[in-house]
């Protein structure tokens, strides 16, 4: 029924023999290689080249030692690499560093269970902010903090992990940017210019490492780390994009799973992964502006923005509009609005801060919402991360999948989606749009799944009802891909990653699963976690923007594109 869950049965078979045969010898070079025709994209040679890499890392181990003091990860935290193959068919060949960090657990010799990793999506995002976890004392993990050493780690390509680049990264905030809403044929030729540029800028500042950077070697990766941790098993929460990371692993490595979390899900199907998967997103977050823009009408005592959606969309495209003829502070256009309001849809804990600072705008602060939203041309280290981490979002999407290089077909149903959801379509068209004139290899969608009887342990999913980034089906359809998993809904709730919100319901069952394994006999359904709480009203000329101690801690947002 799953090609690579069979495939994946017949490989552990095949290489247990033959992977301990090649690691008799303890100096092999670079030049070494596996047996003729095991070659590049040969699911048998990758999961031979990962035994013999989580065999070495795990005679290696992690050198832990103090975080450099740039990385801002204070002791008790300390920080160490993984090496893995760049390339896992060739796993003597070339090797870059994986950069992990740690904080030990807080409990008792006989309370720990092990290492506990964490991925919180992107493509392209860092997880080595999670063992701040236990450092701050995060409320809703200091059960768990008990028993596991929180492990983050940036994947390859990201961070400290082999960094890649498409683009000079001041080029790349520099603002503002033209309107995503095409006007014209012209406005359309233009971005399709900009989109090809940018692909072959990805081929000529990372070349190298593009073929390489697929979902299948970032859990390969993964277990690599495990290896290299002294974990017999896999513990790993994922979130939004990192739920992919965890289906794939599941795929690749069901006996390896000892407890695995997937907190909004990303629809594994391989005929979603990745175009279409980002059109469903277009829907989904017109569906969750519109929950916000009815919670700012219901609250127009606080925030004076209109007492109905249609009152307040109408003042959202007058502020569209008035960006678009005269760049807010000459920076701040229609582009840039987008970036500032999409988190919104994303998160309730922007609820509150995203209202304040436009109602404050409306009422004459016009500068609040320009210093809210414009890049800092002096943050050359944050620039250099927000286009590191486009540019992972970018490779790895593009090399997972066969994308559509006809241009008429992205025209087609982008034009068809924007007509009913235009909030984010032609913004995310051209996010994606590289893809379609890649200049690296494309791979094929691995087939998620696991089958009764394969060695998969429960596997828990938490989904929200009505979350923009990841669509309550991609819950529905890992739940049915991965035997023995069991799906938490959030009902009518939207915010994107469950796992880090007060919601008793789903806390508890979280808990109780890392802790004992043990899950629901069944789904469960949980109410949705408390609304946002508008602020008293006000009157309008006394509105002022939300200060940016209201907006949630940024390692505590899962993070999507």
Known sequence: MIRNAALGSAATLITGTLAASLLLAPQASASQTLPSGFGRDNPIAEAIGTQIAAAR?????????????????????????VKVPLDYSKPFGKTIDIAVDRAVSTGTKEERQGALLYNPGGP??????????ITTKSP????????????????????HSAPISCIDPQEYVKAPKADPVPDSKADKAAQRKLAEEYADGCKERSGEMLPFMTTPNIARDLDVIRAALGEKKL???????????????????????????????VDPSRDNIWYEANLGQDVAFQ??????????????????????????????????????????????????????????????????????????????????????IAPDMSDTAGNASAENGNAVYTAV????????????????DNTRLHAQYPFMTWANAWMNLPCATWKSKQHHAIEVGVGPGRG???VLIVQAERDAATPYKGGVSLNQRLAGSRLITE???????????????????????????????????????????????????????????????????PAVR
Not at 124 to 133: D, E, L, Q
Not at 309 to 314: G, K, L, M, Q, S
Request: glycine letters at 8%; hydrophobic letters at 40%; charged letters at 20%.
């Open 57 to 81: 890392a795990a005679r290696t181990g992690i050198d832990w030692k103090d975080c450099p003091p740039d990385w801002g990860f204070a002791a008790p935290i300390q920080c160490g690499y």
């Open 124 to 133: 392209g995002a860092s997880g080595m902010r999670f063992p701040r976890r």
């Open 140 to 159: 809703l993990w200091v059960n768990t903090a008990k028993a596991y050493d929180f492990v983050g780690f940036d994947p390859r390509g990201v961070g």
């Open 235 to 265: 513990n790993f929460i994922g979130v939004s994009y990192g739920t992919y990371i965890a289906g794939v692993y599941a795929t690749l490595f069901p006996t390896q799973v000892r407890r695995m979390i997937a907190d909004s899900v």
């Open 287 to 372: 569906m969750r502006w519109n929950d916000w823009q009815d919670w700012v009408a219901k609250n127009d005592a606080s925030f004076h923005l209109g007492t109905t959606r249609a009152a307040v969309e109408a003042k959202w495209l007058a502020l569209r509009a008035k960006a678009k003829a005269n760049p807010l502070g000459g920076i701040v256009g229609p582009a840039e609005l987008i970036g500032f309001f999409q988190s919104a849809p994303y998160y309730d804990s922007s609820w509150v801060p995203v209202a304040q600072t436009w109602a404050a705008y409306e009422a004459g602060d016009e500068q609040a919402l320009i210093d809210a």
């Open 397 to 412: 999407e593009c090399a997972d999948a066969k994308w559509p290089t006809s241009w008429s077909k992205w025209d087609r």
């Open 456 to 458: 998969l342990p429960p």
């Open 491 to 557: 009902k009518s709730a939207g915010s994107h990653g469950v796992t880090n919100l007060v919601n008793p319901c789903i806390n508890t069952r979280v808990d109780t699963y890392l802790l004992t394994g043990k899950v629901d006999a069944q789904n469960v359904t949980c109410d949705p976690h408390a609304t946002p709480v508008a602020p008293a009203p006000v009157a309008a000329k006394l509105l002022a923007p939300a200060p940016a101690a209201d907006q949630q801690a940024i390692d505590e947002l």
